[in-house]
């Protein structure tokens, strides 16, 4: 059932116990979203766990609370309520739904969400997660720290490309400065999300090698081997195939094992969710993603093939 941000604050404040989660492959949106509901939450003294069913990828880990991130490996009873945050689909929580039977509060602003909780609110004008959890917090009357502002504004800006993308409006603006006042750190966040280990830098410099253009420059696609070259940090590759002069659709293909690939998708002005979507994944109108079970070569044939289509639609 499709309910309003004031009656999913009235759900949160009316649970006691509560198991909060966010998407698999998570970033910073998912991450800092939870980490701030969670961090806000505890003070009220519910009783609160946050479950991921995924590492935290080193990048978030300066993110304040982010080693109080549980995995889902035992089950988890008398749970009033599960918050799901930043994800469009049940599959993207995993196990997370067979360690928790509680109704599900679905808190997104992907345009593709399947609709699949018990009660959800999406707001895909929102540019982030974030933006509807600073909302959320405002409506319960919940204090925004330092710490809490750090996880927010970092929610939002990872999502917006720093407040470059399509996505980014007055409101997204205005949500920063309010955090900035707060205490969040622009560029210590930044500072953060910048710094690669080695392996990361070496990674790119080999996908920019694989560089591969289609339907007359107007394809671009990279590809990392993630298998091969064991390096988890690619943020941000594929805004080199993105940012090229008369490129309408970028595309990385992720190498995860020898049977998976994971699609990353940007565009320009095709709507990429739709292309994700016909592969089982989803995402927004300018980035969007799937994972696809097959080699390489078959995963990249499917893909340029449904990629070119939906260029000439
Ligand atoms: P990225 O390419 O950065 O992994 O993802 C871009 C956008 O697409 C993000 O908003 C992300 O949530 C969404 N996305 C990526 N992969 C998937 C997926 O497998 N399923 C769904 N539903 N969304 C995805
Ligand atoms: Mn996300
Ligand atoms: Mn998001």
């Known amino acids: 059932m499709e309910i309003s941000l004031y009656d999913a604050a009235v759900k949160i404040s009316q649970a006691g116990r509560l198991v909060l989660t ?40 300066f993110l304040p609370g982010y080693d109080e991130i549980r995995r889902p490996v035992t089950f988890y009873d008398g749970v009033e309520l599960l918050v799901v945050l930043d994800a469009s689909d049940e599959e993207r929580i995993g196990r997370v739904k067979e360690v928790v039977k509680a109704p599900i509060l679905n808190i997104d602003h992907h345009i593709s969400n399947t609709k699949f909780a018990d009660y959800w609110y999406v ?7 974030g933006e509807i959890v600073f909302e959320l917090l405002k409506m319960l009357n919940l204090p ?5 502002a750090c996880c927010l504004f970092t929610a939002i800006a990872t999502d917006c490309g720093f407040f470059r993308y399509a996505n980014t409006t007055a409101t997204t603006l205005r949500y920063a400065a309010e955090l900035v ?94 292309l994700a979507l016909l592969f089982g994944g989803g995402g927004h109108a300018r980035a969007a993603g ?9 995963v990249k044939d499917k893909v340029f093939q449904a990629a070119i289509r939906a260029l000439q639609e």
Do not use: W
């Not at 707001?123 to 997660?129: E, F, K, L, R």
């Not at 925004?144 to 809490?148: E, G, Q, T």
């Not at 006042?181 to 280990?197: C, D, F, R, V």
């Open 181 to 274: 006042e707060k205490g969040a750190q622009p560029h210590i966040i930044s500072e953060n999300l910048e710094t690669k280990p080695l392996d990361s830098i070496v990674a790119l410099t080999k996908a920019l090698d694989t560089l591969e253009l289609h339907h007359d420059g107007r394809i671009a696609a990279i590809t990392v081997d993630t298998y091969a070259d064991g390096a988890e940090n690619t943020e941000g590759f594929i805004n080199y195939p993105r940012n090229i002069e008369g490129v309408e659709l970028a595309v990385m293909f992720k190498v995860i094992d020898e049977e998976t690939v994971r699609v990353s998708f940007r565009s320009r002005k095709t709507d990429v969710s739709k």
């Open 22 to 61: 966010a998407h698999i492959h998570p970033d910073g949106d998912c991450l800092g979203s939870m980490l701030a509901l969670y961090s806000c939450l505890r003070r009220t003294g519910k009783e609160v766990t946050m479950l991921l069913d995924d590492a935290v990828p080193a990048m978030y880990q």
């Open 123 to 129: 707001d895909s004008q929102a540019a982030a997660t």
């Open 144 to 148: 925004v720290d330092a710490v809490v």
């Open 290 to 298: 799937c994972t696809i079970r097959g080699s390489l070569t078959v």
